[in-house]
Nanobody, 123 residues
Framework: QVQLVESGGGLVQAGGSLRLSCAASGRTFSAYTMGWFRQASGEEREFVVAITSSGLSTSYKDSVKGRFTVSRDNAKNTLYLQMDSLKAENTAVYYC????????????????WGRGTQVTVSS
């Protein structure tokens, strides 16, 4: 299995940017589809973006298209999420997750999860 550790969260003003990282260890990172999810206080965990093992295909939540960019560096076993033009409603704990098949948007498609990193956007 793969172990995932997120970093890069913090407090930022609305309109600002953050870059999240997810470091993977264990089994071959390049074999996994990777996803970012988020969970705001009192809300369900929701899909943000996914990227295939090769990095050639992505799938974004509509509300983040044009503002968030997912990428991965398989040589460094690291997944990234560049978040620009942040809004207060983007405040949440952000999780990275690994899937073995497809490009799922459902959290149930991801058997491996990190512990999350808090992103707080002040308005």
């Amino acid at each position: 299995q793969v172990q995932l550790v997120e970093s890069g969260g913090g407090l930022v003003q609305a309109g600002g940017s953050l870059r999240l990282s997810c470091a993977a260890s264990g089994r071959t990172f390049s074999a996994y589809t990777m996803g970012w999810f988020r969970q705001a206080s009192g809300e369900e965990r929701e899909f943000v973006v996914a990227i295939t093992s090769s990095g050639l295909s992505t799938s974004y939540k509509d509300s983040v298209k044009g503002r968030f960019t997912v990428s991965r560096d398989n040589a460094k076993n690291t997944l990234y999420l560049q978040m620009d033009s942040l809004k207060a409603e983007n405040t949440a704990v952000y999780y990275c997750a690994a899937a073995t098949v497809g490009l799922p948007r459902d959290k149930n498609g991801y058997p491996y999860w990190g512990r999350g990193t808090q992103v707080t956007v002040s308005s």
